[in-house]
């Protein structure tokens, strides 16, 4: 069993910053790929950041050259550095990891941007 714990969401006014974090615990095998994937209400959900195992990294266009996503191999853990934050980027954020096929999911941290 794999557990995913994500922590770091909350308010933000537009423009500011948030960090979040992801940390995943129990039955790793290896190096993992890993990401974020975010779900708005009444809008698609979006995968809006991954990094593979050996660190190559693919944004969507939403969020390309405003979040930054990286990991900590030692602590099997990833962040996701969001700036210049719009309140298009409101939803609920959600951290994945890959592994043998089946992809494991945390419980979510809300993202809010609002004036």
């Not at 095998?29 to 990294?57: C, D, H, L, N």
């Amino acid at each position: 069993q794999v557990h995913i714990v994500e922590s770091g969401g909350g308010l933000v006014q537009p423009g500011g910053s948030l960090r979040l974090s992801c940390a995943a615990s129990g039955s790793i095998f290896s190096i993992a790929p890993m990401g974020w994937y975010r779900q708005a209400p009444g809008k698609q959900g979006e995968s809006v950041a991954r990094i593979s195992a050996s660190g190559t990294t693919d944004y969507a266009d939403s969020v390309e050259g405003r979040f930054t996503i990286s990991r900590d191999y030692a602590q099997n853990s990833v962040y996701l550095q969001m700036n210049s934050l719009k309140i298009e980027d409101t939803a609920v954020y959600y951290c994945n990891l890959i592994q043998r096929g089946d992809t494991y999911w945390g419980q979510g941290t809300q993202v809010t941007v609002s004036a």
